[in-house]
């Protein structure tokens, strides 16, 4: 099974400020054949589903604030929110879908500080 | 406006079996993958399988093999998941969720999961 490993678990930003979030995976999620990286990131408030915002490590997805930036290849990957706003606050998983089983990241918490 | 919507909340004994009910509105139901992932209260998220709805062949994680059984119904657009012989660690929100059809490495396997229904709570105690 591939791994997923976020840093930090938590991390508390300042409004308007950078918010950086870290994914590595054990092994490679980048498939040769067509150079994409099967990464998928995910916010999720309490009492909600998650909420895909970024695919193939760095594509946006519709609807989705530009201050969500997605970054990284191969193992290592980011998550960044350039300027953190209230309803920002939430916890951000990165998964791999390159393999089966489908495996998430623990979860990072993020908070305004 | 495409959603899945989740059959509602249950409570279970241990030794027993649920199934969750997930309908498609607002796309063809046919041209992706439903994924099955559940998480414990204050826990990550966890992948028990998926389903392809047009060919109807399953995949599911090892730690549930013998457990679980995925399923669909295309008549009534309905995806389903049972999860038999429930033990006190099976509480959880279990989540279906939406992937398109890519090919990998010469096999039909999910893409990244754009579409979640509202979860539903499963839990078990005697």
């Known amino acids: 099974d591939i791994v997923m490993t976020q840093s930090p678990d938590s991390l508390a930003v300042s409004l308007g400020e950078r918010a950086t979030i870290n994914c590595k995976s054990s092994?490679?999620?980048?498939?040769?054949?067509?150079?994409?990286?099967?990464l998928a990131w995910f916010q999720q408030k309490p009492g909600q589903p998650p909420k895909l915002l970024i695919y193939w490590a760095s594509t946006r997805e519709s609807g989705v604030p530009d201050r969500f930036s997605g970054s990284g290849s191969g193992t290592d990957f980011t998550l960044t929110i350039s300027s953190l706003q209230a309803e920002d606050v939430a916890i951000y998983f990165c998964?791999?879908?390159?393999?089966?089983?489908?495996?998430f990241g623990q979860g990072t918490k993020v908070e305004i500080k | 406006q495409a959603q899945l919507v989740q059959s509602g909340a249950e409570v279970k004994k241990p030794g027993a079996s649920v199934k969750v009910s997930c309908i498609p509105s607002g796309y063809t139901f046919t041209n992706y993958i439903i994924s099955w992932v559940r998480q414990a209260p204050g826990q990550g998220l966890e992948w028990l399988g998926w389903?392809?709805?047009?060919?109807?062949?399953?995949k599911y994680a090892q730690k549930f093999q013998g457990r679980v059984t995925m399923t669909t119904d295309t008549s009534t657009n309905t995806a389903y998941m049972e999860l038999k012989s429930l033990r006190s660690d099976d509480t959880a929100v279990y989540y279906c969720?939406?992937?398109?059809?890519?090919?990998?490495?010469?096999?039909?396997?999910?893409?990244?999961?754009?579409?979640w229904g509202q979860g539903t709570l499963i839990t078990v105690s005697s």
């Open positions: 092994q490679s999620v980048l498939y040769s054949s067509n150079n994409k990286n099967y």
């Open positions: 389903i392809n709805i047009y060919s109807g062949n399953t």
């Open positions: 998964q791999q879908y390159y393999n089966t089983p489908l495996t």
């Open positions: 969720a939406r992937g398109n059809r890519i090919m990998v490495r010469g096999a039909t396997v999910s893409g990244h999961l754009d579409l």
